[in-house]
Structure formats: structure tokens, C-alpha cells
């Protein structure tokens, strides 16, 4: 991703063959692309959480840092990096997705997401939090806000270590966070349930869709659009607005 002021670009850049198997891949170096016609790649780090869809999660922060997921003494972290300073920040979990105001970050039950997403996951560690719960909420300070498991999400397809949550993403106002409940059947095919978060008071609502749901993203502040099956069964692109659910 391009840097706020438009002047660098993120990268990773790894060393093995492209069809590696995640967990065979040593680590990925964190950089940007400057310079004229953007052609000079500065490493600032490197980042043990590795994998060939969503990467280490790398993106920007601030203008002067980035955040990225890590593997830190066999315990999945996170890393916020000052590129002027080098000053690091560890926090004690990897974040899935991040407020546009950067106060909010939500945490997901990577072990979890790992079994049943490996494209998507990271190698497995000595300090695996099994018993978390499939997703948190918390401010950067480290406070906890709210969390979410079986007990208080109303799904027909969650089912312990079989089930995950994946691609939480908060809207661009920080009112709302999405995120899909994953699960294989007996098929070994991928179930989805895509569901809505009201942050004011973390009320939580499935949205009207099949159960084969492929991708989404905020169209603005109130709608998404979403690639998926409706209840219908029919696959198409949809707008959905997330104030009448229509």
C-alpha cells in the first residue's frame, strides 16, 4: 500500500519459490519502494508471519510507521515500527484489521483460522492461545472491549475448532466492523456467514446472504459490496445497505 502522503510503497519480499508451503517460508523482509520511479526497496524489518494470501497483514499506520503481524519467542504478536526512530512496539496479539482512526484493532483466533484456512494462516507456535475467543475487539492501549464466541453469535455453521472467523474490516466512519464466520462441512467445502457489528453498543446481525460468501469491502460509510450467493442461491455482486439491510 501507498504511504498517506503518496511518497513510498509497502512491500514484502520474500526469498523461497512461489509454491511454497507457507510454514516453509523463514521469514518475509519488510520494506518500501522509493526514489525515482519508486525503483530503490529499503528493508526496515522482517516478519515471521507468513503466508501467501493476506501476508503479515503490512500496511501503514501513520505517515512515519507501518504495523505488521509477527512471530516473536513462539507467540503471535503485532508490530508497530516508527520508520524515523526505529523505535518498535510490540503488542501481545496480531491484529486482523484496524480503525481508519487508528484507535480500534480487532484480534481473531488465529489457531483457529489456521486449521481452517491455511492459505491464510501462520505456522504454528509453542504459544498458541487455543482457548481464545474467535474474535476481539481492542483499543491500541490494550484495553479489551468486547469479544465474540458460540455463546453470542446466533450461527448455524460455527462449531468450536472446525469454525472461524476471517476478513473482519471496520467501516470507514469506525461506526460498524464486519466480519465472516468460516466452517467446512463434510464436503470439505467453505460455509459462510457474513455479520455486522454496531460498535456503539456491539449489537451483532447476520446479514441476508447464502452461505457461499467470497469477498466484500465498504462501498462508503453505510453500504458494502459483496460477491456472494444470495438467499436465493443466485452468485452476483451486491450493494447492500447496512442501515435498512436492503
Not at 10 to 16: N, R
Not at 53 to 63: A, E, K, M, R, V
Not at 96 to 123: A, D, E, L, W
Not at 142 to 167: A, D, Q, R, T, V
Amino acid at each position: 500500500p501507498w504511504s498517506p502522503n503518496q511518497d513510498m510503497l509497502l512491500a514484502c519480499k520474500f526469498h523461497c519459490a512461489g509454491n511454497s508451503h507457507y510454514s516453509k517460508i523463514p521469514f518475509f523482509e519488510i520494506g518500501y519502494f522509493s526514489g525515482k520511479n519508486w525503483g530503490k526497496f529499503n528493508i526496515i524489518s522482517k516478519s515471521h508471519a507468513c503466508n501467501w494470501q493476506q501476508g503479515c497483514q503490512l500496511q501503514w499506520f501513520s505517515n512515519e510507521s507501518v504495523i505488521y503481524n509477527d512471530i516473536t519467542n513462539e507467540k503471535y504478536v503485532s508490530v508497530i515500527h516508527n520508520l524515523n526512530t526505529n523505535y518498535h512496539l510490540t503488542l501481545d496479539r496480531p491484529f486482523n484489521s484496524i480503525s481508519k482512526c487508528k484507535t480500534y484493532y480487532s484480534h481473531i483466533n488465529y489457531t483457529n483460522f489456521n486449521s481452517v484456512m491455511p492459505g491464510y494462516g501462520y505456522k504454528s507456535v509453542k504459544h498458541e492461545l487455543v482457548s481464545e475467543p474467535f474474535l476481539s475487539l481492542y483499543e491500541f492501549s490494550g484495553k479489551k472491549l468486547y469479544e465474540f464466541n458460540e455463546s453470542n453469535i446466533s450461527s448455524k455453521i460455527l462449531n468450536g475448532k472446525s469454525s472461524c472467523i476471517s476478513h473482519s474490516l471496520f467501516s470507514p466512519n469506525g461506526k460498524f466492523l464486519c466480519f465472516m464466520v468460516r466452517s467446512r462441512n463434510k464436503f470439505n467445502c467453505l460455509l459462510s456467514e457474513l455479520y455486522l457489528v454496531n460498535l456503539k453498543d456491539f449489537s451483532l446481525q447476520k446479514l441476508p446472504f447464502g452461505e457461499i460468501i467470497s469477498h466484500y469491502c465498504f462501498k462508503n460509510e453505510n453500504s458494502l459490496i459483496v460477491y456472494a450467493q444470495n438467499t436465493s442461491g443466485k452468485f452476483n455482486y451486491y450493494i447492500l445497505d447496512l442501515i435498512t439491510l436492503k
